[in-house]
């Protein structure tokens, strides 16, 4: 699968260090499931603490967040192999997520009075949204549509090293680009996916 | 198809009413696609019009939008069937359409201060996309989760009431009000399509 902006081989070796992780969670019995519903738990509360101004806690809950959300494709593995039902649950805790996340920057954009950050944040929720969605709706019609360089990894990735600056480099401005970068690249992507599922399914004459 | 809140006899009425409006565009050579397109555009220029403060205006765009929206569908039918890229552009177009309407609430309620519409209208903006997300991906995935009060019809209808009642009574909380019952109305569907989608999905044991 392409990762659009984060390297194949950074995304190799991440899955890679967390295989051994995963086969002892899935030793003591810890399903794909439960680690899918604790990491948008914690993606939550980390979008919490940064609406009430906690930037360093909230990189640390959302980067557990995070892992736990590569963690639980890794025991789906380590098990065997993923249900029907964890795809399908592991994909709406994603949206879940970008929503809380997206939903606070929009929250501290609008408590600051930064027309920049609020609007920014609403077109990063909703093109990410949309990317998603046009994803799950074109296969559902018998068609791909993966391309694009702002796939989750990617947004999630941009936010997280938007969240550092603001928390490690006290920059809150790298936030606000941050958000904005999704914003901005969300959108292409939700233009090249539609224009791909128009070139495969436009089949017959536009009526 | 399900309308929630909406009777199916007012659903039929209202097809049944656009439908010489419907047979005429397409005898002057409108097509499905380029109403979608406009029916979007109009939703767009409403929400704008709600974000400075223009119910009135709002409202009279919004429902030819609206109008525009149910026109699409039956233009297809006028032509003989849609096609799979129609389904996907008005499907795409509703979400485009849902995310301006909650963006503008969102907008009013940072710009008013009013946490109440703000966090309102950020709920009924994800759980909306999420009830479509989940049909659409449980779909993808050989599935149906079509459940629940608060299909698209419902929701705008509802929003509609919400901005009438803003514009035409003079009550602003009418709208409110309208934006947190799609956030309740849309937060129950999405909890009851996954658990049908659950049903559905989890034929094989939870691993």
Chains 1, 2 share one sequence.
Do not use: C
């Not at 996340?101 to 929009?106: K, L």
Request: glycine letters at 10%; zero cysteines.
């Amino acid at each position: 699968m392409s990762h659009g902006v984060v390297p194949a081989e950074v995304a190799r070796a991440a899955r890679g260090g967390l295989a051994p992780v995963a086969r002892w969670l899935h030793a003591v019995g810890i399903t794909a499931n439960a680690i899918t519903v604790a990491g948008v738990a914690l993606t939550i509360v980390g979008a919490a603490l940064l609406v009430v101004g906690q930037p360093g806690a909230a990189l640390a809950v959302l980067v557990v967040g995070a892992l736990a959300d590569t963690l639980d494709g890794a025991i789906a593995r380590a098990a065997g192999g993923g249900t029907r039902f964890g795809a399908f649950l592991d994909s709406t805790a994603d949206r879940l997520a970008d929503a809380a996340i997206f939903s606070a920057a929009a929250a501290l954009g609008a408590s600051q009075g930064d027309p920049i950050l609020f609007w920014a944040a609403m077109v990063a929720l909703s093109a990410s949204f949309l990317v998603s969605y046009v994803r799950a709706k074109a296969e559902s019609l018998g068609a791909v549509a993966t391309v694009g360089p702002a796939p989750r990894e990617a947004r999630l990735v941009i936010v997280l090293a938007g969240v550092a600056g603001w928390a490690i480099l006290a920059l809150p401005p790298l936030f606000v680009a941050a958000v904005a970068a999704v914003a901005l690249l969300s959108t292409l992507t939700l233009i090249q996916r539609v224009v791909a599922v128009a070139a495969a399914l436009q089949t017959k004459s536009d009526r």
